[in-house]
């Protein structure tokens, strides 16, 4: 089931009790993200269920990563992103800065996964390729992603709105921040996957 098909599903559960647009549509927000972070770890699951250790650690070149190094990577730095989504939450809000936002919601999902745009990892984020089972990599991605599902389902959608920050990419807001969070994920899933169809990848 694709990610439309979900939120969708999502929204209609979460909207049924509901009355009022804004209200509605705060839900429907909310449906979106948690729809965002249930997809991305199920593709990333998909790509690396059944893979062998040779697999997970093969590399196509001496200066490429492996797929175990992806996964560390995405298990290493997702909580520092949640981290930077907790802090600006102790921000007071600033919904007078919500017109400096230039970027929607899919401008940030696109951005972060854009895999012709390259950027480099800072050492201490780059995987050492310690994952030789791809199931304890997804064990432990569920585990921590347990505190930023329970934060996006415990926090009302308006107090991520109307909290607004500087990044790399501009004013961008707290919810935009939870995306890009998911979106880091996804950005490498696609990495993995460009893994995978390597020429001398091993067929197990």
């Known amino acids: 089931m694709n990610l439309k098909k979900n ?15 804004s209200q509605a549509e705060s839900q429907e927000d909310k449906a979106y993200v948690l729809t965002y972070f249930h997809e991305t ?5 998909q790509d690396v269920n059944g893979l062998s250790q040779e697999q997970l650690q093969f590399k196509a070149s001496d200066s490429s990563w492996s797929i175990s190094q992806c996964l560390e990577h995405i298990n290493k730095t997702e909580p520092l992103l949640f981290t930077m989504v907790k802090t600006s939450m102790e921000q007071p809000t600033n919904p007078e ?10 401008d940030i999902i696109n951005m972060i996964t854009d895999r012709s745009a390259k950027f480099k990892a800072p ?3 780059i995987g050492t390729g310690k994952y030789n089972n791809a199931d304890k990599a997804i064990m432990d991605l569920k585990q921590q992603r347990k505190e930023i599902l329970s934060f996006i389902k415990n926090t009302p959608i308006k107090e ?16 935009q921040s939870l995306l890009y969070v998911a979106g880091h994920t996804a950005r490498h899933t696609l990495q993995i996957e460009e893994i995978k169809k390597a020429e001398n ?3 197990k």
């Open 41 to 45: 770890l199920e593709k990333l699951q």
């Open 97 to 106: 800065r919500k017109k400096e936002i230039k970027l929607s919601d899919q």
């Open 201 to 203: 990848f091993p067929s």
């Open 160 to 175: 991520l709105r109307n909290r607004v920050n500087d990044s790399p990419m501009g004013a961008t807001d707290t919810y």
């Open 123 to 125: 050492k201490n984020l």
């Open 7 to 21: 939120f969708l599903i999502v929204t209609l559960l979460l909207c049924l009790p509901l009355v009022g647009n």
